[in-house]
């Protein structure tokens, strides 16, 4: 059996093409319908995504249309009510990069919304990785965000441009790899269903490399309620992969960000809590070789923890150009791809390491910024989605994604998901507390 382009994609219950990028975002209804939103339009399913309702398009408390829906977060509150956080820019500064999350409440499933309440008042810049936020079982709304500080914009100036060649035509690679900014995570959090907001209490979260030495950036944070009030986040980062932090009292303070086992490039993942007490982490999984090679977003994968985010285990392929459904990951250390390219004529030709700089292959593109949506007996997946053309270089689907509905199961290769490790039990009750 193929795991290209996607593992057992026999099982899966329903693809959807869809034209949403990477700014999509679920929540639960009463009675089981599932909600997605764009931050401005609004659909519904009620047969656990396998058909979805007409989209329309939500109005503010003017009765105007929903505008400026990027970052867009969902959750469910009481009531049947759910919320929405957005990113906006800071009225009157003079900068997109100034930005600041706002929440707004619906009664009727997206159609009306309330006042923008401003999340990050009086605080640091702040932006959020799609479909984020999350009630924990204490009734706390937690949003990880993050923000940049830096000079310019974000492509270091005189620098050169990140790429390869498909059939002989020059197509970008770029992820952020010369970026100039530096990058680190937060927390906000609401305790009266989004009336108002605090931030952590205990700083922002960025990698430090070695004791009172450098640091490096972390970005577009995603959180998973482990146990009651205890919370995981993972992080993306330029080192070769995912970086998570911990908090032991519901969002408040947490642990310095350490590497997990996950390799990734300069791209996020998805936490989530499946309905067993397992973890389950889709992310983009590229080994530290692919991404010198220019592969930076073309393994979009899934795994399962059974022990609380200790071990991962489980790997499939959710949309991938390569077999492999697990790559160890390489040292920690920054990596991007080798191939850099001057595009202006009186700029100096970079120094490319030929090892590593080979022709992209036929059905080059890219795969990721995952929105995840756990249901009783399945798992719904939105992935951004576009492929170049391998005569012009061109992307063919600009702005494509796919929407998966699959199965629990699919997620464990097999496996009964319900079955429990005796030999995990064993190994984490004899592992020191660190």
């Known amino acids: 059996m193929s795991n290209v382009p996607m593992t057992r994609s026999e099982e899966a219950l329903a693809i959807h093409e869809q034209n949403y990028g990477h700014s999509l975002t679920f929540a639960g209804l009463e009675g089981g319908r599932i909600l997605l939103s764009t931050g401005t339009e609004f659909r519904y399913s009620d047969d656990g995504g396998i058909t979805w309702s007409e989209p329309y398009r939500g109005v503010d408390e003017k009765g105007e249309p929903l505008t400026g829906g990027s970052c867009a977060s969902l959750v469910s ?44 008042q009086c ?15 204490s009734g706390r709304i937690i949003l990880p965000v993050y923000f940049g500080i830096g000079q310019g914009g974000w492509h270091h100036e005189g620098a050169p441009f990140v790429g390869g060649y498909l059939g002989g035509n020059f197509v970008s690679t770029a ?54 009030g205890k919370l995981m986040m993972i992080m993306r980062t330029r080192l070769g992969r995912l970086f998570q932090s ?3 009292d519901n969002g408040e303070t947490w642990s310095r960000p350490q590497p997990t086992q996950l390799a990734g490039t300069q791209a996020p993942g998805q936490l989530r809590r499946l309905p067993n007490g397992h973890l389950l982490v889709v992310w983009t999984q590229q080994s530290e070789r692919e991404i010198r090679q220019g592969f930076i977003r073309t393994r979009l994968s899934s795994a399962i923890s059974r022990n609380g985010g ?12 390569h077999e492999e459904t697990h790559v160890e990951p390489g040292p920690i250390a920054l990596v991007r791809p080798e191939g850099c390219y001057p595009v202006h004529p009186q700029m100096p030709a970079w120094e490319c390491n030929p090892e590593y700089v080979v022709p992209l292959p036929q059905g080059y593109g890219r795969w990721s910024y995952p929105s995840v949506f756990v249901a009783e007996d399945r798992v719904l997946i939105s992935h951004t989605y576009s492929v170049h053309d391998s005569t012009t270089g061109e992307v063919i689907n600009p702005g494509g994604s796919k929407l998966k509905v699959l199965p629990i199961s699919w997620f464990y290769g097999g496996d009964d998901p319900n079955r429990q490790s005796s030999l995990l039990a064993k190994l984490q009750q004899q592992a020191p507390r660190p």
Request: charged residues 25%.
């Open 123 to 137: 605080l640091l810049r702040a932006h959020a990785l799609q479909d984020v936020m999350l009630r924990t079982q």
């Open 310 to 321: 200790g071990l991962w285990e489980h790997f499939q392929n959710v949309e991938s150009l």
């Open 77 to 120: 509150l009481p009531g049947g009510a759910i919320g929405l956080a957005t990113l906006r820019r800071r009225p009157d500064l003079p900068t997109n990069s100034d930005t600041e999350m706002v929440f707004r409440t619906s009664g009727d499933e997206g159609r009306s919304w309330s006042p923008p309440t401003v999340m990050n």
């Open 246 to 248: 911990w908090s032991e």
């Open 175 to 228: 992820a952020h790899f010369l970026d100039p900014h530096f990058g680190a995570c937060y927390v906000l959090y609401s305790d009266d269903e989004g009336k108002s907001w605090q931030r952590n209490k205990d700083g922002e979260l960025f990698i430090i490399m070695e004791y009172g030495g450098p640091c490096e950036s972390t970005a577009e944070p995603s959180v998973a309620e482990v146990a009651p």
